[in-house]
């Protein structure tokens, strides 16, 4: 009963590098999404998915690129890391859209910090 | 665009006292609302949400939310503060189709003895 897991769970990166955080579930959702949280902003946007194939850009899309080869895998890559991406990330999966007002599950969230 | 507006960063109860905390919306349409607790180096886990069926809803912990519409309002209640109740709230709206959220800012609950 896995849920919405996370990778890594904690990293620390320098300026200029590279990363992808693992997102996966395993309750063949169809919408994907992934947030950061920052102190006092709440959680924003960044990506989001509606299915396989199909992604778009939300809040704060500058800095991350994502794929949905499968409906189970939506990874978020930073191209070149920079201090204003240390965030909280989460990924977050449902199977519904507005209609049906479905739960949104959050995995556990991956702290990472740009030196 | 819909959105919601938490007022108050910090809400400090006493344990046993009322937890009020309240999310105003702003929508065009008939909104999905949500309540998400956030417990220190956690993830979000979901206290409840409306979607229409009912005004006043109940979740988990003893929580419960009411939906008015003519105040544009979403307050978060709790008879009696535990301090396990200790966490951060976000208020939330869907947006648009896709199972978007918009987020408050969240309040952070202190619950003393």
């Known amino acids: 009963n896995a849920g919405v897991t996370q990778t890594p769970k904690f990293q620390v990166l320098k300026t200029g590098q590279s990363m992808t955080l693992q997102c996966a579930q395993d309750?063949?959702?169809?919408?994907m999404s992934w947030y950061r949280q920052d102190p006092g902003m709440g959680l924003r946007l960044i990506h989001y998915?509606?299915?396989?194939?199909?992604?778009d850009q939300g809040e704060v899309p500058n800095g991350y690129n994502v794929s949905r080869s499968t409906t189970e895998d939506f990874p978020l890559r930073l191209l070149s890391a920079a201090p204003s991406q240390t965030s909280v990330y989460f990924c977050?999966?449902?199977?519904?859209?507005?209609?049906?007002?479905?739960?949104?599950?959050f995995g556990e969230g991956s702290w990472l910090t740009v030196v | 665009a819909q959105s919601v507006t938490q007022l108050g960063s910090h809400v400090s109860v006493s344990e046993g006292a009322l937890v009020l905390l309240r999310c105003n919306y702003s929508?065009?349409?008939?909104?999905?609302l949500f309540w998400y607790v956030q417990y220190p180096n956690q993830g979000l886990q979901l206290l409840l949400k409306?979607?229409?069926?009912?005004?006043l809803v109940k979740g988990i912990n003893g929580f419960e939310a009411e939906f008015k519409k003519s105040e544009t309002s979403f307050h978060l209640t709790k008879p009696s503060a535990h301090m396990s109740d200790a966490a951060e709230y976000f208020c939330?709206?869907?947006?648009?189709?896709?199972?978007?959220?918009?987020f408050g800012t969240g309040t952070r609950l202190q619950v003393t003895l």
């Open positions: 977050a999966s449902s199977d519904g859209g507005l209609a049906s007002g479905n739960t949104i599950y």
């Open positions: 939330a709206v869907i947006t648009g189709t896709a199972s978007k959220l918009t």
């Open positions: 929508s065009s349409v008939p909104p999905y």
């Open positions: 309750m063949n959702h169809e919408y």
């Open positions: 409306y979607t229409s069926a009912a005004t």
């Open positions: 998915s509606v299915g396989a194939g199909i992604t």
